[in-house]
Nanobody
Framework: QVQLVESGGGLVQTGGSLRLSCVAS????????MGWFRQAPGKEREFVAA????????RYMDSVRGRFTISRDNSKSTVYLQMDSLKPEDTAVYSC?????????????????WGQGTQVVVSS
């Protein structure tokens, strides 16, 4: 079992930045593929970014590529999402997720463990 706890959400103005963190416990973190997803009110959950075990391979949704950066620190069992140039359409609950299979995938159903989420609100 893996427990995931997110932090770092909040209210920010358009063009601002936030850094989300997700701390994992319960399994060897360096063996996990980590992903970030978001869900806005009335919308489906959508993939944001994912990173492989060693942090070398990453994947992003098109609308955040170049603005968001996913990274990980295996010594701290933590994955980060640096979000820059934020837009009102980035407003959502952001959740981190983990999977043990090695593919860096964007499909929510392929992730085994989920955090509770942290709210991000971008004001216009």
């Amino acid at each position: 079992q893996v427990q995931l706890v997110e932090s770092g959400g909040g209210l920010v103005q358009t063009g601002g930045s936030l850094r989300l963190s997700c701390v994992a416990s319960g399994r060897t973190f360096s063996n996990l593929i980590m992903g970030w997803f978001r869900q806005a009110p009335g919308k489906e959950r959508e993939f944001v970014a994912a990173i492989n075990w060693g942090g070398i391979s990453t994947r992003y949704m098109d609308s955040v590529r170049g603005r968001f950066t996913i990274s990980r620190d295996n010594s701290k069992s933590t994955v980060y999402l640096q979000m820059d140039s934020l837009k009102p359409e980035d407003t959502a609950v952001y959740s981190c997720a983990a999977r043990s299979d090695p593919a860096v995938t964007s499909a929510p159903g392929s992730y085994d463990y989920w955090g509770q989420g942290t709210q991000v609100v971008v004001s216009s």
